[in-house]
């Protein structure tokens, strides 16, 4: 059987770390897949294998890559972000995956926003297990983000709803009593877009049973409406 080489590059301050991602990844590496991991301790060591892998015209596949870094010598590079920034620009085709312990909403949005990794793990979510899943898809159909990450992405958009006008307006009228079919006639919208915002406003408060009602309780618990 023809096997697919992978190379990966991981940097991580903490050896005992890195060394349980290896493991990880290696037992659960699929039977045509065949792993080439280098190590990267610091932004330095990190700099210098991305540059090492193009000279050779053997470029990473993957670069797993944390946020909390020492930084480099020189100063310019402080910490995973400006790695990965400065990845996207050397290596365009690599699928960059970001492992942190920060889970604060601000910098995940800032993360997602600024550098759009294939993969983004809080590291206090993940096991083995979800590691070994999260490299699949990240490999055929990023992206993944973890539980936590989800979760914050979600409230962003959340919090974007709130700025609108028209959503907001729909929901006051549902709350109301106002039935769908009438609110045209108070919201500058077609039915159908009407519909179309409804619907969607549904998928992002995960209204799973489809009604009215359950999404009406979602905005007043989030202070919507």
């Known amino acids: 059987m023809a096997k697919t080489k992978i190379k990966i590059l991981m940097t991580d301050d903490h050896p005992m770390i890195i060394e349980g991602y290896q493991n990880t990844l290696l037992s659960t590496k699929k039977a045509d897949q065949e792993l080439e991991i280098d ?8 700099l210098t294998a991305m540059a090492n892998s193009i000279a050779k015209g053997e470029p990473y596949d993957v670069l797993f890559i944390d946020i909390k870094m020492p930084p480099s010598k020189d100063g310019k590079f402080n910490s995973g972000e400006d790695l990965a920034l400065h990845a996207r620009q050397i290596l365009p085709n690599a699928k960059i995956v970001i492992l942190t312990m920060f889970n604060e909403t601000y910098r ?17 979510d993940l ?14 159909s990023p992206p ?82």
Do not use: W
């Open 39 to 46: 190590t990267a301790n610091n932004c330095d060591q990190s």
């Open 108 to 124: 995940i949005h800032n993360i997602v926003e600024q550098i759009q990794p294939e993969g983004f793990l809080i590291k206090s």
């Open 127 to 140: 096991t083995s297990s979800e590691l070994a899943s999260a490299f699949q898809v990240i490999l055929t």
């Open 144 to 225: 993944f983000y973890s539980g936590t990450v989800a979760k914050y992405l979600k409230q962003t958009l959340i919090n974007d709803i709130n700025l609108d006008d028209k959503n907001r307006k729909i929901l006051y009228l549902l709350s109301q009593g106002v039935k769908t079919k009438n609110l045209a006639e108070h919201v500058d919208l077609s039915l159908s877009a009407i519909e179309k915002r409804k619907k969607q406003l549904k998928m992002i408060f995960a209204v799973e049973d489809g009604q009215d009602e359950t999404l009406l309780y979602e905005a007043k618990r989030l202070g919507l409406i």
